[in-house]
T-cell receptor
Framework: DAKTTQPTSMDCAEGRAANLPCNHSTISGNEYVYWYRQIHSQGPQYIIHGLKNNETNEMASLIITEDRKSSTLILPHATLRDTAVYYCIVRTLYNQGGKLIFGQGTELSVKP | GAGVSQSPSNKVTEKGKDVELRCDPI?????LYWYRQSLGQGLEFLIYFQGNSAPDKSGLPSDRFSAERTGGSVSTLTIQRTQQEDSAVYLCASSIRQVINEQFFGPGTRLTVL
């Protein structure tokens, strides 16, 4: 699976949009971009995934560049409860039985 | 509905003892995964079960680690002759099937080996 690169940490003001970048320059054509987050002392939580089109759900939006070498997770109105480590994961749907390979992620701190 | 549950939530043991960690996946989920998260480390995959297929054990760090899944539901992760480096949070996740998008994680078991 393709390797991802994320900033170690980011800050965001409460109520503002949080934009979390992820670089995946070696992504291949059949690999999807997934985002999970882990709030302190909890298990990871699925947020969103996409292949090449932008995606939106009730939690977030995922913007994937046209060349698919990078993506951005957008939390449109961050709250204090969005403080967590955010993981960008690139993998195929069928490869390796679906197991997730986590990197170090981005620690997002939402401040009042 | 109930999510993934794990027990115990905390386990303290002495070096050299065996421990068993339990995972109850969401009903109807055929895929079950074990991960662990050590202090200062990321989440690492341990083992994966899918239906009646042979499990993917490629992430188990040593032969002291084993897991089974009975009746396609409950899973037990066993660590024999525990070492201090086994101290970590052990997380279980399940999904409807292996290729489904979302894995649902349990709250984890925090294992401390003294």
């Amino acid at each position: 699976d393709a390797k991802t690169t994320q900033p170690t940490s980011m800050d965001c003001a409460e109520g503002r949009a949080a934009n979390l970048p992820c670089n995946h320059s070696t992504i291949s054509g059949n690999e999807y971009v997934y985002w999970y987050r882990q709030i302190h002392s909890q298990g990871p939580q699925y947020i969103i995934h996409g292949l090449k089109n932008n995606e939106t759900n009730e939690m977030a939006s995922l913007i994937i560049t046209e060349d698919r070498k990078s993506s951005t997770l957008i939390l449109p109105h961050a709250t204090l409860r969005d403080t967590a480590v955010y993981y960008c994961i690139v993998r195929t749907l069928y490869n390796q039985g679906g197991k997730l390979i986590f990197g170090q992620g981005t620690e997002l701190s939402v401040k009042p | 509905g109930a999510g993934v549950s794990q027990s115990p939530s905390n386990k303290v043991t002495e070096k050299g003892k065996d421990v068993e960690l339990r995972c109850d996946p969401i009903s109807g989920h055929t895929a079950l995964y074990w991960y662990r998260q050590s202090l200062g480390q990321g989440l690492e995959f341990l083992i994966y079960f899918q239906g009646n297929s042979a499990p993917d054990k490629s992430g188990l760090p040593s032969d002291r680690f084993s897991a089974e899944r009975t009746g396609g539901s409950v899973s037990t992760l066993t660590i024999q002759r525990t070492q201090q480096e086994d101290s970590a949070v052990y997380l279980c996740a399940s999904s409807i099937r292996q290729v489904i998008n979302e894995q649902f994680f349990g709250p984890g078991t925090r294992l401390t080996v003294l």
